[in-house]
């Protein structure tokens, strides 16, 4: 079936500064979201994308879907102590009712 | 709005008892349902979804049981809890793959 795999697993990162975190299919994929879960929270729509190529940027955040559709990527500039969390991405197929969630970037900030 | 409801917030249950946790959504009609369990630190686990009442798709074999008895209910349930159960039980709502998933606030139940 179908998996989607993020790396790294976990992120430390020093407040202020940049990281990316990477979410790969093993089969193409018809639209990617991302979601954010603060600890102790609930996992939080953030964005999704849909064509090849596609970059979106959200503030501090930039959202990149691969040529083949297959891979995704989110950057983080400037690190805060506020995005503290972990990152979910999540991949549809057109034929399907479901997402397949990775299992998550889960970053932490040291001041 | 549309708006999800999940609970109990937290639920510590002895093993071999019974289970029933209710999802229920408001201002939306016949959505998408889905369960997922977390277990500490890792990733959300599809347990069931479903696309209409009385519709139950199962993700992973085990001893939890999923109903639609309403068009915005979801019950997720088992007839004996077992150690392995224990973990962060989430709801989540969507009216398609092309929307974003609003999810509950969960269920944190531990299994003694």
């Known amino acids: 079936g179908q998996q989607v795999m993020q790396i790294p697993q976990y992120q430390h990162v020093q407040e202020g500064e940049d990281f990316t975190t990477y979410c790969n299919s093993s089969?193409?994929?018809?639209?990617i979201q991302w979601y954010k879960q603060r600890p102790g929270g609930h996992p939080v729509f953030l964005i999704q994308?849909?064509?090849?190529?596609e970059v979106k940027k959200q503030k501090r955040l930039t959202f990149q879907f691969g040529e083949a559709k297959k891979n995704s990527s989110l950057h983080i500039t400037a690190t805060q102590t506020t995005d503290v969390g972990t990152y979910f991405c999540a991949g549809g197929r057109a034929a399907g009712n479901k997402l397949t969630f990775g299992g998550g970037t889960r970053v932490l900030v040291k001041p | 709005s549309q708006t999800i409801h999940q609970w109990p917030a937290t639920l510590v249950q002895p093993v071999g008892s019974p289970l029933s946790l209710e999802c229920t959504v408001e201002?939306?009609?016949?959505?998408?349902l889905y369960w997922y369990r977390q277990a500490a630190g890792r990733g959300l686990q599809l347990l069931f979804y479903s696309v209409g009442i009385g519709q139950i798709s199962s993700e992973v074999p085990q001893n939890l049981s999923a109903s639609r008895p309403q068009d915005r209910q979801f019950i997720l349930s088992s007839k004996k809890l077992l150690l392995s159960d224990s973990g962060f039980y989430l709801c989540a709502w969507g009216e398609d793959l092309w929307y974003g998933y609003t999810f509950g606030s969960g269920t944190r139940l531990t299994v003694v």
């Open positions: 089969t193409t994929l018809s639209n």
């Open positions: 994308l849909v064509k090849s190529g």
């Open positions: 201002g939306t009609s016949n959505p998408n």
